[in-house]
Structures are given as C-alpha cells and as structure tokens.
C-alpha cells in the first residue's frame, strides 16, 4: 500500500475484553515496529519484527500483550483482559530494511490505533 | 539503558519568532540521530535525521538541527516559525543492541504557534 495502514482507528473496550490491533505495513518492508504513545510519555518501544520473527520482545510490558507477523507482512498485536492503564495510541511503523548500525533506515509511521479502556 | 531527554514538553510562540528545542540523549557510541514531526490529527513523519558527516543537518520545512557529540546533544531549530508549525516533536536515538537498531524516543515538545 501507499503507506501503513493501521486499524481500527478508535476502539472502545470494557475492562478484561480481548481486543486485536492490525497493521499492515508498506509493501515490501521487512521490518515491522510497534509503539505505544501515552499521554505525556513519548513513545514506548513494544516489539520489533525482521520478517516473521521477533528478535526484541523486550517492550511487551505484560504477558497479557503478544503479537504475531505473518507472510512477512501483516501484523497483529493482541492485549487480553484489558486494564485501563492500557489506554493508549498504539503506533505501527514499517521500514524498508533491516535497521542496522550504519543505515539510517527511517521508519514510516500508521495513524494509530486509539484504545480506550473503560 | 540508552534514553532520550526533551526539556521543553510545551512551548508557545507568535509566528517569526525562532525555535530552538533541546534533546539530549545517553549512550556513549555511535549513534543516529532523527527528529520526527507530528501534526494535528495526522501521523509522525521524519523531519531529519543524522548519521554521519555534517553535524549541521537540514530537513524539511527550514528546520536544522546541530549534533555536538560532546554535549550528547541534538538541538532542533528554525529561524522563523510559522503558524502552521504546530505540532508535537519528537527526538529519537537509535539504539544498538542484538544486532540490530531500534529508536528510542523522548517524551516529546508540544509547540503551539500563535498568529
């Protein structure tokens, strides 16, 4: 696609539902980024993908959080009984290739899936 | 652990005047350096970036930034601000670990841009 796409754009959740967040990054990006943005907190580092694997899990910051990449492309971060502390803009940002020292490697961000948790 | 300062989390300007926002960042070895833009209701997009050469770097819109390595620091500026300016910036670091790099943001300048 044109750019990263991220859906839903807005969900409304009670606490302790599941919910399902879904990126879809430029085509042709083999890394896949998401991050958190609260209010006042900047950006929050959550998991990194090369390809289909996640070699930096390290953000996650419960086990109710995963995420999963398939086909190399589409990506799915999952949030299981939902607590308000939650709440939170989740970001997704794609990059061409593999970000290593010495390439600059810019990333592209979606729009952001807003999550509220009443 | 590598991290990111902003000193200024709000800042209010009238248009024409200049800009400077300060990031400061943590890690003693090579480093890229990237400040990102994002606008009312639209997604971040990269304003600049730094990874080698010219420690004076210009990106989109006027803006610059200056590296001086020895004051860990990454200054964004633009001589004469517009309206149309506003928005939240942020500054990120890389940050090499695992063999791989990944971003570390700061908490972000919210700048509001008075006619």
């Known amino acids: 696609g044109a750019g990263v796409s991220q859906s839903p754009s807005n969900k409304v959740t009670e606490k302790g539902k599941d919910v399902e967040l879904r990126c879809d990054p430029i085509s042709g990006h083999t890394a896949l980024y998401w991050y958190r943005q609260s209010l006042g907190q900047g950006l929050e580092f959550l998991i990194y993908?090369?390809?289909?694997?996640?070699?930096?899990k390290s953000g996650l910051p419960s086990d109710r959080f995963s995420a999963e990449r398939t086909g190399g492309s589409v990506s799915t971060l999952t949030i299981q009984r939902t607590q308000q502390e939650d709440s939170a803009v989740y970001l997704c940002?794609?990059?061409?290739?593999?970000?290593?020292?010495?390439?600059?490697?810019?990333?592209?961000f979606g729009e952001g899936s807003r999550l509220t948790v009443l | 652990a590598q991290s990111v300062s902003q000193h200024n989390h709000h800042v209010i300007l009238s248009e024409a005047a200049s800009l400077e926002l300060g990031c400061n960042y943590s890690?003693?070895?090579?480093?890229?350096l990237f400040w990102y833009v994002q606008y009312p209701g639209q997604h971040l997009q990269l304003l600049l970036k730094?990874?080698?050469?010219?420690?004076l770097v210009k990106g989109i819109k006027g803006f610059e930034a200056e590296f001086i390595k020895s004051k860990f620091s990454f200054n964004l500026r633009k001589p004469s601000v517009q309206w149309s300016d506003t928005a939240e910036y942020f500054c990120a670091v890389t940050s090499f670990s695992g063999g791989y790099n990944k971003l570390i943001f700061g908490a972000g300048t919210r700048l509001a841009v008075h006619p």
């Open positions: 730094y990874f080698s050469g010219d420690p």
């Open positions: 940002a794609s990059s061409l290739e593999f970000f290593r020292q010495g390439n600059t490697g810019e990333l592209f």
């Open positions: 890690y003693g070895g090579t480093v890229n």
């Open positions: 993908f090369q390809g289909n694997s996640a070699p930096d």
